[in-house]
Structure formats: structure tokens, C-alpha cells
């Protein structure tokens, strides 16, 4: 990698010479540019080489003991797990999605990879292996005093362990809790029980059942009554072992008059097989809180031939129990060869709120299925969709999202956009919106459009001496510019990056 | 028992008194269709296609079929007023399932032009209906139609030559006509050559107080710059299950027009799928239902964009009170290749009441980059400003209300190409609004 190799440079300044040197080859020969931006597109598919622990492949009733027993769980968590993986034996992989999905062998899959085995966990960054280390640094992620002044409390996650919980003390002060689940599980037996498996159950679904028998690692939120998180979470997750499954769970509680704003990313190295990705993300949301749950995907997503890549199949749901609270769901999708991914609100409380605001970028061979379901219980509640899709290359980008109104959510209020916007002629957008609606005083409305670039547009800004590259960079992020306003500071510039670097060299 | 049983040990049983009845051509598809309906079964709500209505359900209860075509007694002309002033139409009648030949209008049809008996075009011209019986309306996928092919004897049969244009509107009533509940299962063919002109309203209307069940599969053939307009106006009542299967092929720049209006009935459930297969080719889909009690109207559409420039829009009205359940899946596909494409899909919706329920389901499934594709759909109520702005001119609250609600569905009835059709529509929808049209207008036993 390329980039890699010029590691005393700044990123910035990285970028700026890679650009004069592609506009120095670009005038010598125009396609070369753009196929050498296509192979090096996903600049995270290294690998670390660090000693992991990884148990035998396949997936019984042992495997979930042993996970459970290497985690040192308590009893009723392994019953969970067990009830969890009897009731997965009992199910089919859903077929509805518009997706196709080779056959999964999930007898091929090591369910369980600890990179941090040489040291029986780490306790202070000193004992963490510096490899470790080092792959966060590469990733950008500030594990290290150094970037506190970034101001994000990180929660590093590699395979199925939690590296390291940056700003843990800082946090505790106010009696927020920021942790890995499994230490939760250990310190916090309360707060998981009562709330582990309240959102997403474990026979919820297909996916959602495999990973409540096998999660791993995942981040635990806790914000206590009316304290307002001073800093942003983050978790940060990387898949690192060759064959296996990442199985992560997050739980997010925002008690009474609380607010927290979450983020969450995701890399993974090149490699040819596919690699699969299941994991849960529960939010309970009480009176007058607030959360709000940013993520930037980008699982690595296969190769140009659509070799390879991440099958990311994914459980995220929200309740707002309790009246006024609000849950915000931002997402910018591009990496995972597939994805199948329906962040919800379950609207609960009266007058309590709901956003889901999504970019997903498909191209290639990718294909993504992706939306929300927002289900209005409580009354006075009101929800909002914006979805954009951008496909490009073979690849197929679907919008599948479900709002229904109970007979008691007397005026329920819903607004739904969702654009597509198609790159090339092999490419499919597809929207799928369904709407229950069993209250006369609703009012819900749903939009949508499919379009191209126009001519007119990218001709404007040749006009004005601007390449057709770039150009197409400038008119993506204007259109997906209403979501990408929405993550936080950091975020925002590293998804803006990330969808000009996702869609180079598809537009001919 | 299951549902499926009783139509199994039906044909099984009957198998060649329902041949001895039928044509040749039909009887040709019948094994086949029995043998995919044996292995489909009913569509249960578990099918993406079938979510929102019950049809095992539908289908259990045992009705009577006419399956040895004995003439059922009956004076269409008597029973039958056409209320719709000021149109000339040509009228034609079909009882159950069989045309009724006793009574026809005076004054040809234009030369070549063939209207009549589905049966009997199909033993006179078994060359002309062999080349598009069946050809559109597969049996293997869907249970319904695989049913209707099944046990179909008769239907009618429409088809205009090359360049012929037919002035005068058609005018077909369905008459459902029985002493016991009765299932009668149609075939419609309707074939437009080359250049071809021709408007199609079609009434269904129950006569008797009992259960009826329906099945009707239309083929149309829209050949290439034709113009075909189809209006379905279904005024029965209750007790009355209506399963339409309606298949539309259209090649190049032909205009197809489809309005499918409920504003009576028990429970429907229309499935129409076009296909445009000819480059400049428009269809336009468009439906409206008012429904209230248990009424319930189940609209699945699909149109598929098979080539480029092709032209589609799609709009769908409903207005639901007391306890009706609407439903409407809409999927336009376009295809690869198929660029230039034009799609515009809007489904709206008043409910009045708690117990309505709305589902709706516009879908969009595209593989091509430079068309023009967009979607709505709502669910809502009246516009409060509107109803206070009406009211501050003096406007009393039921008549504001009333006054929008025509608002709303004129839209679907204002696309109508028949002036005078028009203007009965908008009639009629009053009436059915203020509660005065309580069974289908124009039949002898409201009078």
C-alpha cells in the first residue's frame, strides 16, 4: 500500500501530493488515474500480524459454552445463549431481500478470535501489544493520550475483543458507564440483564438469533439521570483474523433527561473469502433523552471482480420508552459486499421522535438492501426518513423501509424521502417502502425519485474547469449533503472522503 | 379441508364435462393449469404477492358452478337501465360468465371487427385465438389465474383489424346472476391490431342476494400504435368476492389507458401487469375506491419497462371509512437497457375512521441510469385549513368535508377519455359519497 509507506506525512499532505501526481499522469494518459485509484481504493485491507487466539471452526452447543466460559459469564448468560442457539438450529436464513446471497456455511466460521490473548488483558495502553496499537494509528483512531485533545472517548473493538476503553475514568466521573460488554457483564450484571435482549430478542430474527448465541464483544453505554455525555462515544470495529465471523453487540441506555451521541466505524483487511459480519445494536431510550447513533461502514467490500469482501447482516433497533425522547440514526453506507441492515424506532413513548437519516453507496458487485422501520406506538410521535442511494459499477442498491402506525398513535406524523442516483447503465436502485397505517389522524408521506447525474450539471462544472471526476466527487456529496450534515465534525469529513474515494473511477 | 381440495376433486371429477362445454382451444391449457395449481395451492399471506388479502380464505366457502352451461333465465334488458345519459354506446351483456347473444344492439360493428362468445370465436376462429389464448397469462406462478384457466368455459372475446378505429364505445355489463351462491370464472381476450382503436367500459354488476365469487383473467394485446381504453367500474355488493387477473402486452407507441373504479363491493382483489414491449409505448394506471363497512380493495399492480423510451403513470385513490381495509403494492420494473424511461407512480389515501386501515407498497426496481422514475404515497386526512377556509365562507362542515372528498378522487376521474362517462362518474361518486347510492345504480332492484 502506498500510503502506508509515506507514513511521516501527514494526511493531508499525503492527499495533496497524490492528487499533483495523479494530475501530472492524468494529462500523460488519462485512464491510468483512474484504474490506479481503483486498485488501491480500500486503503484499510491490511493485515496485523499479531498472535490470536482462535477456536476451532463450527458452530454447536460447545462452541457457545466455551465462548461463554472463556468470558468468564455468568449462568444466565449462558442460558440466553443457549436458548438463543436451540432456537437458530429452528430457523432459515431470510430470502426476502432483494440480494443475492451465496450459500453460508456456518460450520466454516470460527465464532471466537482474541488478538489480546499473549496478555491476559490489557490494563493500561503500556500493556496493550503495540501492534495493536499501530493498527489503530493506521486506522486514525486516537487510542493514545496524544489525541485527547480530539475529544472522543474510543472503544476499540479487533475480532471478538475489546482492545482498549479510552477516557473510562474521565466518563465514570459523572457516572457514565463506557465500556465493552463483557466487562458490563462482569461489573454492571444489573443494567445488562434487565436490558440485554429488551429491543432486539433473541428469536427476533435470523441473524439476530445466531448472534445472541455467539456475540462477542461489543460496547455498553450507560447515561445516567439527566447527565449529559460531555464527549462524543466511539467504538471503533475491525475484523483482523483471517475466517472469522465478527459478532458484536451494543447496548445503549440513555436514562431519564440524558443525552449521548454515538459513533461507530468499521474496517476489515482484503482477503479473498468472504467474511461475515452479524452483529446487534440496542438503544433504550427513556423520558427526555436523546441519543443519537452515527455510522460511518466500511467493511472491506471485495474486489473490483466482487471477489472477497464483508457480508455485513445487521440488527439495529431503538425504543423510545419513554415520552419526549428522541433517537437519531445516521448512517453512511459504503463498504460490505453485502449488506442487509434496517436501523428502527420503535416509538413508544408519547411525543417522542424519531430520524433515520442514511447514505449508501454501492459499487462493483456490492449490493445493499438497506432502510429503517419505524413503528409508531405512543401518541403524538413523529419520524422522519432520508435515505439516498447512490449505486455505481454492477452493483444493486436497494431502499426497503416499513412505517406503521398503531391504532393508538393518534397523530402520528411521518415523512419519508428516499432519492437514488444511478452511475452507469449496469447498475440497479430499487426502493421498497411498505406503510401500515391504522389511525385515521396519521399522516404519513412517502417520496421518492431515481435519477443520473444530468448532462447539464457535469458540463456546467467542466465549463468552469472543473474535471468530470471531480465534478462527479462535488454533485455526490451536494446530493448526499443532507445526511452527511448530520454526523458529527469528525465524521463528516471522513465520510465526505470516503464516498468521493468509494465512487473514483466508476463514472467512464 | 383444505381450500384447494374442493376445485381439485371439482375438475378431477368433471374434467370432461367442462371440455364437452368449452373450446378446444381453452381445453388445451386446462391439464397444465390444473397440474401448477395442484402444486401452487392459494397464495397464503406469507407470499410478498398475496400480503394483504386471504384468498384460501376467500375460496373455502362452496359455491355452485355452471359447469354443464345451462342457460340461466334472465332478461339482461329488463333487469339492466344503462344510466349514463347522453353516451351511445354499443351495449353488450355477459351473464355470469357467458355473453348473451339473445339480445344484441342493431348497427354493425366495422368490418373484421369481432365481438362475441369467447367459445364460440374460438371453435369459428380457432387460428386467431390460438395465437394469443394463454399467452400472457401464465399458469405456473400464480394460483388464481392457474384456477381461472382451469374452469374458464366462456368469457368474450374482442378483437379489431388492422387501422380499424371503433367510434362508439363498448359497453359490457357483467351480470351476476344466481339463486345460490355461485362462482362464475371469466376469460377475457381482447386483441388490437396494428393501428387499432378502441374504448371498453366494463360494469359489474350483482343481481341477487347472494354469495357470489368471480374469477376473471383479461389478456389484452395492444398492438403497435394502438390506443385502447379500458374502464372497469365494479358496482356489486357485499357479499361479492371479485379476483381480477388483468394482463396488458403493448408493443410499440401504443397508448393503453386503465382505470379500474370500486365503488361498491365486497372484497376485490385486481392484479394488472404490463408489459411494454415496444419502444413509445404509455399506459396509463389508474384506480380509485370508496369503500366503507367490511368493504376491502386489494390493487397489485406491476409494470414493467421491457425496453427504452417507453412512458408509465400510475395513480391510485382510495377513500376509506368505518372499517374498510385498503390495500395497494405497486412495482414498476425497469428493465436493463431500457433508458429514456419515464415512471411516475402516486398512490393517495383518506382515511375517515380508526377502524380503516391503509397498506401501501409503491415499489421502484430499476437497472438502468438515464430515466426519469419517481414515486408517492400518502395516508391521510382532509386538510384542516381547507375544511376552516370553506367554513368561514359559510360552507357547513359536512359539505366542506363532502367537497373535498370530490376533490380528492376527481383527479382519477377527471383522466377518463369519455366526456360523458365523466360527468356520470362525478355523479355517481356524490351519491356514493352522501350515502344515497347504497347498491349499484341502474339495476332494477333499487328502483
Redesign the interface.
Known amino acids: 500500500m502506498r500510503n502506508n509507506n509515506k507514513s511521516g506525512m501527514s494526511a493531508e499532505a499525503r492527499e495533496m501530493d497524490g492528487r499533483q501526481t495523479a494530475k501530472r499522469k492524468m494529462e500523460e494518459e488519462p485512464n491510468r488515474l483512474i484504474k490506479q485509484i481503483a486498485q488501491e481504493k480500500y486503503k484499510y485491507g491490511f493485515t496485523t500480524d499479531v498472535h490470536t487466539e482462535v477456536i476451532e471452526r463450527g458452530l454447536n452447543e460447545e462452541v457457545v459454552r466455551l465462548i461463554s466460559a472463556k468470558k468468564r459469564e455468568p449462568e444466565w448468560l449462558l442460558e440466553f445463549r443457549l436458548k438463543a442457539f436451540r432456537h437458530w438450529q429452528t430457523m432459515e436464513m431470510p430470502a ?1 431481500a ?1 440480494l443475492t446471497i451465496p450459500e453460508i456455511d456456518y460450520q466454516a466460521i470460527s465464532y471466537y478470535a482474541d488478538p489480546t490473548a499473549k496478555k491476559k488483558g490489557p490494563k493500561s495502553m503500556d500493556e496493550v501489544d503495540p501492534e495493536l496499537i499501530k493498527t489503530f494509528d493506521k486506522l486514525g483512531i486516537p487510542l493514545e493520550e496524544r489525541m485527547a485533545l480530539s475529544g472522543v472517548a474510543v472503544d476499540a473493538v479487533m475480532d471478538s475483543i475489546s482492545v482498549k476503553t479510552t477516557f473510562k475514568e474521565t466518563l465514570m466521573e459523572k457516572g457514565i458507564i463506557f465500556c465493552s460488554i463483557s466487562e458490563a457483564v462482569r461489573e454492571h450484571p444489573d443494567l445488562v440483564k434487565t436490558y440485554l435482549g429488551s429491543v432486539v430478542p433473541f428469536c427476533d430474527n435470523f441473524f439476530a438469533a445466531l448472534n445472541s448465541a455467539v456475540f462477542s464483544d461489543g460496547s455498553f453505554v450507560y447515561i445516567p439521570k439527566g447527565v449529559r455525555c460531555p464527549m462524543e462515544l466511539s467504538t471503533y470495529f475491525r475484523i483482523n483474523a483471517a475466517n472469522t465471523g465478527q459478532f458484536e453487540r451494543t447496548l445503549i441506555v440513555a436514562d431519564d433527561d440524558s443525552y449521548v451521541s454515538y459513533l461507530e466505524g468499521c474496517t476489515a483487511p482484503m482477503r479473498d473469502e468472504n467474511q461475515l459480519h452479524a452483529a446487534i445494536v440496542e438503544i433504550v431510550v427513556h423520558d427526555r433523552a436523546e441519543v443519537k447513533y452515527s455510522t460511518v461502514q466500511n467493511w472491506y467490500p471485495g474486489d473490483v471482480e466482487g471477489k472477497g469482501g464483508v457480508y455485513n447482516f445487521v440488527t439495529k433497533r431503538g425504543h423510545c420508552r419513554g415520552v419526549d425522547s428522541k433517537l437519531s440514526w445516521t448512517q453512511v453506507e459504503t463498504g460490505s459486499a453485502i449488506t442487509w441492515k434496517y436501523p428502527s424506532c420503535i416509538l413508544g413513548g408519547d411525543n417522542s421522535q424519531a430520524e433515520f437519516y442514511s447514505v449508501a453507496v454501492t459499487n462493483n458487485y456490492q449490493q445493499a438492501d438497506t432502510g429503517t422501520k419505524m413503528i409508531h406506538i405512543g401518541k403524538n410521535t413523529r419520524s422522519t426518513i432520508i435515505s439516498k442511494g447512490i449505486s455505481a459499477g454492477k452493483s444493486q442498491n436497494s431502499y426497503r423501509g416499513l412505517v406503521r402506525v398503531a ?1 393508538k398513535a393518534d397523530n402520528a406524523r411521518n415523512y419519508s424521502q428516499c432519492d ?1 442516483l ?31 447525474i444530468s448532462e447539464d450539471q457535469l458540463f456546467y462544472c467542466n465549463q468552469r474547469g472543473i474535471p468530470t471526476e471531480d465534478a462527479i466527487g462535488l454533485i455526490v456529496n451536494g446530493y448526499a449533503k443532507e445526511v452527511l450534515n448530520k454526523l458529527p465534525m469528525e465524521f463528516a469529513v471522513e465520510a465526505q472522503k470516503l464516498l468521493t474515494v468509494s465512487l473514483e473511477g466508476s463514472v467512464g | 379441508m383444505k381450500a384447494e381440495q374442493q376445485y381439485i376433486d371439482l375438475f378431477t371429477q368433471y374434467e370432461g364435462m367442462i371440455n364437452q362445454h368449452s373450446a378446444e382451444v381453452m381445453n388445451h391449457f386446462r391439464r397444465q393449469a390444473f397440474e401448477d395449481f395442484c402444486r401452487l395451492g392459494f397464495p397464503t399471506r406469507k407470499q ?1 404477492r398475496y400480503k394483504y388479502t386471504d384468498m384460501a380464505k376467500l375460496f373455502l366457502p362452496d359455491y355452485g358452478l355452471n359447469l354443464n352451461r345451462l342457460d340461466i333465465p334472465v332478461n339482461p334488458y329488463e333487469v339492466f337501465k344503462c344510466d349514463v345519459p347522453n353516451m351511445s354506446t354499443a351495449l353488450y351483456f355477459v351473464v355470469n360468465d357467458a355473453f348473451y347473444s339473445k339480445a344484441l344492439p342493431t348497427g354493425h360493428l366495422p368490418e373484421g371487427v369481432l365481438l362475441g362468445s369467447l367459445r364460440e370465436m374460438a371453435e369459428q376462429r380457432p387460428e386467431l385465438v390460438a395465437r394469443y389464448y394463454g399467452k400472457l397469462a401464465g399458469t405456473s406462478k400464480d394460483a388464481i389465474v392457474a384456477l381461472n384457466t382451469m374452469l374458464a368455459q366462456d368469457g368474450l372475446l374482442l378483437y379489431v383489424p388492422k387501422g380499424v378505429v371503433l367510434e362508439k364505445p363498448i359497453q359490457l355489463v357483467n351480470i351476476l346472476r344466481a339463486d345460490v351462491d355461485f362462482m362464475a370464472n371469466r376469460r377475457v381476450l381482447i386483441v388490437l391490431e396494428e393501428k387499432a382503436q378502441a374504448k371498453l367500459l366494463v360494469c359489474d354488476h350483482a343481481m341477487d342476494r347472494v354469495n357470489f365469487l368471480t374469477t376473471q383473467v383479461v389478456e389484452v394485446f395492444a398492438g403497435a400504435g394502438s390506443t385502447f381504453d379500458w374502464y372497469e367500474l365494479e358496482e356489486t355488493h357485499n357479499a361479492t368476492v371479485r379476483c381480477s387477473n388483468l394482463f396488458v402486452r403493448q408493443e410499440s407507441d401504443s397508448n393503453v389507458l386503465l382505470n379500474g373504479m370500486t365503488l361498491h363491493n365486497g372484497i376485490t382483489r385486481n392484479t394488472t401487469e404490463v408489459i411494454l414491449t415496444g419502444r413509445g409505448a404509455e399506459v396509463n394506471l389508474l384506480g380509485m375506491a370508496i369503500e366503507d363497512k367490511q368493504q376491502r380493495v386489494d390493487n397489485h399492480t406491476f409494470i414493467d419497462h421491457a425496453v427504452p423510451d417507453c412512458t408509465s403513470n400510475e395513480l391510485f385513490k382510495y377513500v376509506l371509512d368505518d372499517s374498510a381495509v385498503g390495500a395497494f403494492a405497486g412495482k414498476v420494473l425497469v428493465r ?2 431500457a ?1 429514456h424511461t419515464s415512471s411516475r407512480q402516486t398512490n393517495r ?1 383518506l ?4 377502524e ?26 382532509l386538510n384542516e385549513d381547507a375544511l376552516f377556509y370553506m367554513r368561514q365562507r359559510g360552507i357547513p362542515q359536512k359539505e366542506a368535508r363532502l367537497l373535498l372528498m370530490f376533490a380528492f378522487v376527481n383527479e382519477v376521474i377527471d383522466e377518463i377519455r369519455l366526456e360523458a362517462l365523466k360527468n356520470r362518474l362525478h355523479h355517481l361518486v356524490e351519491k356514493r359519497f352522501r350515502g344515497e347510492l347504497n347498491k349499484c345504480q341502474g339495476c332494477a332492484m333499487c328502483k
Open positions: 426476502w432483494h391504532e437514488s444511478l452511475l452507469g447503465s449496469h447498475c440497479g436502485a430499487h426502493t421498497f417502502p411498505y406503510m401500515d397505517v391504522r389511525n385515521e389522524t396519521a399522516i404519513v408521506e412517502h417520496e421518492a425519485t431515481t435519477s443520473k | 410478498e436493463e437497457g433508458q389515501n382515511c375517515a375512521t380508526r380503516a386501515r391503509m397498506y401501501t407498497q409503491p415499489q421502484l426496481e430499476i437497472y438502468a441510469d438515464d430515466v426519469k422514475c419517481s414515486h408517492g404515497a400518502t395516508v391521510g386526512q
